[in-house]
T-cell receptor, first 118, second 115 residues
Framework: EPEVTQTPSHQVTQMGQEVILRCVPI?????FYWYRQILGQKVEFLVS????????KSEIFDDQFSVERPDGSNFTLKIRSTKLEDSAMYFC????????????????FGAGSRLTVL | AQSVTQLDSHVSVSEGTPVLLRCNYS??????LFWYVQHPNKGLQLLLK??????LVKGINGFEAEFKKSETSFHLTKPSAHMSDAAEYFC?????????????FGAGTILRVKS
């Protein structure tokens, strides 16, 4: 069964450092997402991406965050200058169809990248 | 009101006994509802989805969920728990009219299965 692959599985970084989390979505999917889960809190939406641009983002997704699809297979999340509160599990997801169609918004998630900021 | 409320943070059952994980949601007229499961060190796996067809939805691994609009509930059930069911379960709503193009997660329920 096709999978969404995320690397690294765990990254430890110093506050203020840049971090790039990488994802390989399912090959025929067109919509890409990042979600995160701070320890003890809910999984929350960060950003969605389609046709090489952000289609929707949450208030969490400020100027410190950026996403990119640098080639035909990777989808990355960059945090420019990490803060302690960025420590979380970050989930990448992809979907074949657009979420506004009834029943179509089925996302396939990766295993997550755990980011620890010291 | 919370958009998705999972009423139990932890549920413990004995192997072979029924499982009930409760979920209530807040939405506009016609949401889509999902249950995802996360085993340790694994991704979020889709168990089942409701998208306005039959109100009783069957998923993988013997799980079912029933959409009850009058109660705004979407509880997850399984007749007989297996040790491999031990995991964290998330109730999720998709409602573009209310939440835009994103999934809204409940807080999760950790299911423990005792032998």
């Amino acid at each position: 069964e096709p999978e969404v692959t995320q690397t690294p599985s765990h990254q430890v970084t110093q506050m203020g450092q840049e971090v790039i989390l990488r994802c390989v979505p399912i090959s025929n999917h067109l919509y890409f997402y990042w979600y995160r889960q701070i320890l003890g809190q809910k999984v929350e939406f960060l950003v969605s991406f389609y046709n090489n641009e952000i289609s929707e983002k949450s208030e969490i997704f400020d100027d410190q965050f950026s996403v990119e699809r640098p080639d035909g297979s990777n989808f990355t999340l960059k945090i420019r200058s990490t803060k302690l509160e960025d420590s979380a599990m970050y989930f990448c997801a992809s979907s074949r169809d657009r979420g506004l169609d009834r029943g179509a918004n089925v996302l396939t998630f990766g295993a997550g990248s755990r980011l620890t900021v010291l | 009101a919370q958009s998705v409320t999972q009423l139990d943070s932890h549920v413990s059952v004995s192997e072979g006994t029924p499982v009930l994980l409760r979920c209530n949601y807040s939405s506009s007229y016609s949401p889509s509802l999902f249950w995802y499961v996360q085993h340790p060190n694994k991704g979020l796996q889709l168990l089942l989805k409701y998208t306005s067809a039959a109100t009783l939805v069957k998923g993988i691994n013997g799980f079912e969920a029933e959409f009850k609009k009058s109660e705004t509930s979407f509880h997850l059930t399984k007749p007989s728990a297996h040790m491999s069911d031990a995991a964290e379960y998330f109730c999720v709503v998709s409602d573009p009219l209310k939440y835009g193009n994103k999934l809204v997660f409940g807080a999760g329920t950790i299911l423990r299965v005792k032998s």
